[in-house]
């Protein structure tokens, strides 16, 4: 089956860059995107990596190597909202292109 | 330019009760889809549909779960004869095309006593 592999939780402090891995297994992979949310709100969508390499959308950079199997969101000049989860998810070819979400990390930000 | 709407925002309902959940993408979007969050853990895919046609249901449970999105109206999540464990969020997402990124709705609490 499908599964992917995100940390449970990151603290980090106010200023700070912190980056956000996501591991996921290979068969049927199309992209990978990134979802932020806060709690008891809505997944928010952050950005979707299809093709290797660095997408930049302000402070938030999400990074995806194919050959790895690997992606991460960075995020910089970190703000007490961003205190969130965040949520990778893949598309897969096999899976009528669904997303398939992570378990989430909780980003805890500290002053 | 409304985002994706769903209601009602929270739901509570006693066991062996309806549960009835609404979703109105967002406009020009005809694509929806359906998923459950438990505390703690991701989204869990359930179902994607298009207008009048369910595309794909390997995420709902095979009793008491059923889905629609009609030519009219909005897609509604059926939940019959709730148990404790249906409590949850059911958040809905839409997307224009098959492959393209889904916007979310601010999801239905969902509570069974």
């Known amino acids: 089956g499908q599964s992917l592999e995100q940390p449970s939780e990151v603290t980090a402090v106010e200023g700070a860059i912190v980056q956000i891995n996501c591991t996921y297994q290979t068969s049927g992979f199309y992209g990978l995107s990134w979802y932020q949310q806060h709690d008891g709100g809505a997944p928010t969508f952050l950005s979707y990596n299809a093709l290797d390499g660095l997408e930049e959308t302000g402070r938030f950079s999400s990074f995806l190597s194919r050959s790895d199997s690997y992606g991460y969101l960075l995020l910089q000049e970190l703000q007490m909202k961003d205190s969130a989860s965040y949520f990778c998810?893949?598309?897969?070819?096999?899976?009528?292109?669904?997303?398939?979400w992570g378990a989430g990390t909780k980003l805890i930000i500290k002053p | 330019n409304a985002g994706v709407m769903q209601n009602p925002r929270h739901l509570v309902r006693r066991r062996g009760q309806e549960a009835r959940l609404r979703c109105s993408p967002m406009?020009?979007?005809?694509?929806v889809y359906w998923y459950r969050q438990l505390p703690e853990e991701g989204l869990k895919f359930m179902v994607y549909?298009?207008?009048?046609?369910?595309?794909?249901e390997s995420g709902m449970p095979k009793e008491r779960f059923s889905a629609e999105f009609p030519k009219e109206g909005p897609s509604i999540l059926r939940i019959q004869q709730v148990v404790r464990g249906d409590s949850a969020a059911y958040f809905c997402a839409s997307s224009p095309g098959e492959q393209e990124t889904q916007y979310f709705g601010p999801g239905t609490r969902l509570l069974v006593l």
């Open positions: 549909l298009q207008k009048e046609n369910i595309i794909d």
């Open positions: 406009k020009g979007h005809s694509h």
């Open positions: 998810a893949v598309t897969w070819v096999d899976s009528n292109y669904q997303l398939i």
